[in-house]
């Protein structure tokens, strides 16, 4: 098996760009109003990270975890 091939669709610049943008407009709406953001786990992680780095208002994390069924 050789190693899978992948067509780059959105560059890692393009996508902080758009997560840096998403940061200011949230801060601008929010204000100093408290944020309570919640993730998927565990693939809302990295960006909820990246995001919570351009939001300026005060930000509370929470997590939930989800299980995957066949047929369900």
């Known amino acids: 098996m050789g190693q899978p091939s992948?067509?780059?669709?959105?560059?890692?610049e393009a996508i902080a760009?758009?997560?840096s943008e998403l940061g200011a407009q949230i801060?601008?709406?929010y204000g100093?109003?408290?944020?309570?953001?919640?993730g998927v786990l565990?693939?809302?992680?990295?960006?909820?990270?990246?995001?919570?780095?351009?939001?300026?208002?005060?930000?509370r994390v929470e997590f939930i975890g989800t299980k995957s069924y066949a047929g369900t």
């Not at 100093?32 to 919640?38: K, N, S, T």
């Open 6 to 12: 992948f067509d780059l669709l959105i560059s890692a």
């Open 42 to 59: 565990k693939g809302s992680f990295m960006f909820l990270a990246d995001l919570i780095r351009h939001i300026r208002c005060p930000v």
């Open 27 to 29: 801060s601008a709406e």
């Open 17 to 19: 760009q758009r997560v």
């Open 32 to 38: 100093e109003r408290p944020l309570v953001l919640i």
